[in-house]
């Protein structure tokens, strides 16, 4: 397999290509666009959980200077659910029926002139309800249960047997709490059509799924929908669904003729846009006295709303975390009346690797062994699920090397023993093994006579960096430098890209950009090798590189000519190739294809007294593959790691029972990490290229989260010897 060389622009941590213009305000958000005609849409939202709308009063809305229009689910137009994609299926439509199944469940949307006109007429819009009493609590009887939709569950050897003769076990219950995507960028759409054609500008991390929704939803051909998102204001999983109030507005839009915009208020942005699901898991850990792992049994149960598929394995990544032959992980869904849960950032793995990495520690106290030891103890040198060697893993390295800039052996491992003043010092540690997701892409590249690129595919750049580490791949296939090319992205109709998501995007973008690449350089080769007048004539095209714009046989920088020589004398204005890339399975590679791996080591400062805690100190070790730029990479893990604290310490979407109102909907009331919260953080990748893939790399985007829970619980752990099991850890557990 043809693989990418090291060459200098890919890997150095050179500035986003994209940051003038943010910082400049000239790079358009989903809310900067204005069609000419366009009107406003408010959402109206319930105000109980569950039950039925008996009235909807509408009057005085329509009333209202410059409405438009008000739509309820008795002037609504029928709609379509969307089928099934590869994450899931869709909410149901929006306004199809008078039943309410969550509180803040879309009920009118109300069009006006003006934002301004649209708030106020909302506020107008009344609504009568026959309450049923909602179900609120994950562990009611009385929900209704989901059993492993997507047969995630996972039973290896036997677990149970097993546990019962472990001479060494732990069994305890973990939970982990409601916590809310809140990407800075409210989420806003803007639709027109025009005739039979849509054009929509949308908050989303898919422009793909968003166009086959739509077309399904309101029965038009894909190829009639333009979904536009040059860029996003953040995400964390948030736009990974085609969410009611997209639907609302594409309606409305259609039966108005005119385009509709609509732009969610930060409160709306807790109930609209998903949530990560809390969960209650229980988890059993054996081991022999010497501590090689003879057993687990990892059962979760996590929330879903009343008529969403939305799924996480929250368990799962158990299965393939260690070397132990008899293990068994279950998940299972309660439907409640809640907003929709969905994906947030490393969705499952953040939440199943708190409980999984903090029952380790726990063991490894009941052992008498140091926490990191019992891990290297139990490393699964191949895929434990597969029982092939990784594509890919570079964990022992991320525990060797954090170790040693920690000063992880410094510690005494002596619960409370470790003192600065007031303060309790605590060290945790946790691994982090985070599954491979991949899906097909597609790139286009072009070259122009005047020797620039223009490279192209549907993808979205979230924030994470996609725009400069693509800008930096191609750059590097086609010999040319980071001026000379230009990446589009965010635009349905380029090329067929998959989601900016379960960490995969730069491997498939980048396997794409890197095979379109080489189909083009191959175009120009056989160009050239036909041609008597080219220095290239005769050459094997298969046997040329691109460097300095100079296309040349691989090695021989001097004996080629430029882009622009061969599209000049073959009077061609340009040259384009498409390239694809596509996931590789097991059986194709020999291997277990392997996603990131991580080790996260924290210092926590316990406040004797006041049970206050601080993360003083977090070491990030990364095996992400090939880095493509290592600044990007970096600000990904940082960002991981600050959501981590959040989720550690901070982060609990609160549900008020028995109204099931969202009780801290603003980031007044919602607590997240401030810079105050934040320490100094170290991050270092490690590890090679990898095996999987000809550009080597893995996703870094998710990573960095998961693990910071498990570390900060199990440092807490030992500057207090309080064993705390439940996220986020405020200080009243801890007083
Ligand atoms: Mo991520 S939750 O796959 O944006």
Redesign the pocket.
């Given at each position: 397999m043809r693989t990418v060389r090291s060459r200098p622009v890919i890997g150095t941590g050179v500035n986003r290509v994209d940051g003038p213009r943010k910082v400049t305000g000239t790079a358009p958000y989903p809310m900067d666009f204005d069609v000419p005609g366009q009107v406003y849409a408010a959402l109206v939202q319930s105000t109980i959980a569950a039950g039925r709308i008996l009235r909807i009063d509408t009057e005085a809305a329509e009333a209202s200077p410059g409405v438009v229009t008000v739509l309820t689910h008795t002037n609504a137009p029928r709609l379509k659910r969307a089928p099934v994609s590869k994450?899931g299926a869709s909410p149901p439509p929006p306004l199809q029926d008078d039943r309410i199944l969550h509180y803040g469940q879309h009920i009118a949307v109300v069009v006006a002139e003006t934002p301004e006109q649209a708030t106020a007429a909302a506020r107008l819009v009344s609504a009568e309800y026959e309450p049923t009493e909602p179900l609120l609590d994950l562990m009611d009887p009385r929900a209704p249960q989901v059993d492993d939709p997507w047969g995630t569950d996972h039973s290896r050897g036997d677990a149970a047997a097993a546990l019962t003769t472990a001479e060494v076990m732990v069994e305890a219950t973990y939970t982990t709490a409601d916590n809310t995507?809140n990407p800075l960028g409210p989420f806003a759409t803007l639709a027109s059509w025009d005739g039979g054609h849509l054009t929509v500008h949308d908050t989303t991390?898919w422009p793909f799924l968003v166009r086959g929704t739509l077309a399904a939803v309101f029965g038009v051909p894909e190829s009639s929908v333009r979904v536009l998102a040059p860029y996003v204001g953040g995400?964390?999983?948030?736009?990974?669904r085609v969410w009611p109030h997209v639907i609302l507005t594409v309606a409305a839009a259609r039966l108005l003729q005119r385009p509709v915009k609509l732009v969610l208020t930060r409160p709306q942005m807790f109930t609209s846009v998903g949530h990560r699901p809390k969960t209650v898991q229980r988890i059993s850990v054996g081991a022999t006295r010497t501590g090689d792992l003879v057993g687990i049994d990892h059962r979760s149960v996590s929330p879903v709303a009343m008529e969403d598929e939305d799924y996480e394995p929250v368990a799962s990544g158990t299965a393939s975390a260690y070397a132990c032959e008899n293990v068994f992980t279950q998940d299972r869904q309660a439907r409640l009346n809640i907003p929709d849960p969905?994906?947030?950032?490393?969705?499952a793995q953040a939440q199943g690797n708190f409980a999984l990495e903090s029952a380790l520690d726990e063991l490894a106290y009941k052992l008498g062994v140091d926490p990191l030891d019992l891990r290297l103890r139990n490393y699964a040198e191949i895929h434990p699920v597969h029982s092939l060697p990784w594509s890919s893993k570079a964990l022992r390295e991320c525990y060797e090397v954090g170790a040693q800039r920690f000063g992880w052996y410094a510690r005494n491992p002596v619960p409370g023993s470790m003192r600065d003043g007031n303060w309790l010092v605590g060290y945790g540690v946790a691994g982090v093994s985070y599954p491979w997701?991949a899906m097909d892409c597609y790139a286009q590249v072009t070259v122009h006579r005047d020797g620039s690129a223009l490279v192209r595919s549907a993808a979205t750049d979230?924030g994470t960096g996609t725009y400069t580490v693509m800008t930096q791949l191609s750059a590097e296939c086609l010999g040319l430098h980071l001026g000379q090319v230009r990446f589009d992205l965010g635009d349905s109709d380029m090329p067929v890209a998959p989601?900016?998501?379960?960490?995969?995007l730069t491997a498939a973008l980048g396997n794409a950009v890197f095979d379109a690449c080489h189909q083009l350089l191959r175009r120009f080769a056989e160009l050239a090798s036909g041609d008597r007048e080219s220095p290239l004539y005769g050459v094997a095209p298969e046997a040329v590189e691109a460097t300095q714009g100079h296309v040349h046989p691989i090695g021989r920088p001097r004996l080629g000519e430029t882009y622009t020589d061969i599209l000049g004398r073959h009077e061609l204005p340009e040259l384009a190739a498409n390239g694809h890339s596509r996931p590789r399975s097991q059986d194709e590679l020999g291997m277990a294809p392997a996603g990131a791996f991580g080790a996260k080591f924290v210092e926590v400062r316990v406040d004797a007294e006041l049970g206050l805690v601080r993360v003083a100190r977090a070491v990030s070790v990364i095996d992400g593959g090939r880095i493509l730029n290592e600044k990007t990479a970096r600000s990904q893990i940082i960002g991981g790691t600050v959501g981590g604290i959040g989720m550690a310490l901070l982060e609990d979407t609160v549900t008020d029972v028995p109204s099931g109102r969202i009780a801290n909907g603003t980031f007044g009331d919602y607590l997240i990490p401030v810079n105050a919260d934040v320490p100094d953080m170290d991050v270092v990748f490690v590890g090679d290229p990898d095996r999987g893939s000809p550009v080597g790399t893995k996703g870094v985007?998710?990573v960095g989260i998961v693990g910071v829970a498990a570390a900060v619980a199990n440092a807490v752990h030992h500057a207090t010897g309080k064993r705390i099991r439940s996220l986020p850890i405020t200080l009243d557990a801890l007083l």
């Open positions: 994450l995507n991390q995400g964390f999983g948030a736009g990974l969905t994906s947030m950032r490393a969705p997701f979230i989601q900016a998501g379960g960490s995969g985007g998710e």
